[in-house]
């Protein structure tokens, strides 16, 4: 249980391009939905939290017009970078919460803007 | 506050020794206290979570932790290292609003 999946697994794409991260709970429902971003060897950086049906909490320095996040459902929310560059590339994580407490965290997508 | 420091950035121990990661925390309240493994290029997997309960929690994969309020230290051990076992180790504490505060990790190398 507490299956958590993200896709893509990587992507390529041009600078000034948006790329499309999705993260799916795939057998709970999540309430609250968290992406990270992680550099190399480094620990994971909160960059926003999300709530299904309501807006994006985003920490500070994190560009809520350049990261936009959708939590449409329960089951899944989605982190779009626009205008990618290659500052952004990172590697990005998604994590779940269905009750209290735990986060469930997906694969991660590595991005690579060229 | 919420705060994590893991005492040890890189931890080596040889296959079917002992292994030892180091974990202190702080919190404002009674914690909730969670071990990940990160294996290169994956997402975290949980290890265990101390959720106020039983002050040893065991997890998968043979490891344990125990909590231990009087010295605010959450050490994750297990008795025999497998070359499997070699990955990053994250220890976070959960604070308010669900947030996780994550250490900044511990890479195991395990010698064979």
Known sequence: GAVVSQHPSWVICKSGTSVKIECRSLD??????????????????LMATSNEGSKATYEQG???????????????STLTVTSAHPEDSSFYICSAMGGKETQYFGPGTRLLVL | AQSVTQLDSHVSVS????VLLRCNYSSSYSPSLFWYVQH????LQLLLKYTSAAT????????????????????????????S???????????????????????LTVIP
């Open chain 1, 28 to 45: 709970f429902q999540a309430t609250t939905m968290f992406w990270y971003r992680q550099f190399p060897k480094q620990s994971l950086m």
């Open chain 1, 62 to 76: 994190v560009e809520k017009d350049k990261f936009l996040i959708n939590h449409a459902s329960l089951t899944l």
């Open chain 2, 15 to 18: 296959e079917g020794t002992p």
């Open chain 2, 40 to 43: 290169p290029n994956k997402g």
């Open chain 2, 56 to 83: 040893l929690v065991k997890g998968i994969n043979g490891f344990e932790a125990e909590f231990k309020k009087s010295e605010t230290s959450f050490h994750l051990t297990k008795p025999s290292a497998h070359m």
């Open chain 2, 85 to 107: 076992d070699a990955a990053e180790y994250f220890c976070v504490v959960g604070g308010v609003g669900n947030q996780f505060y994550f250490g900044t990790g511990t890479s």
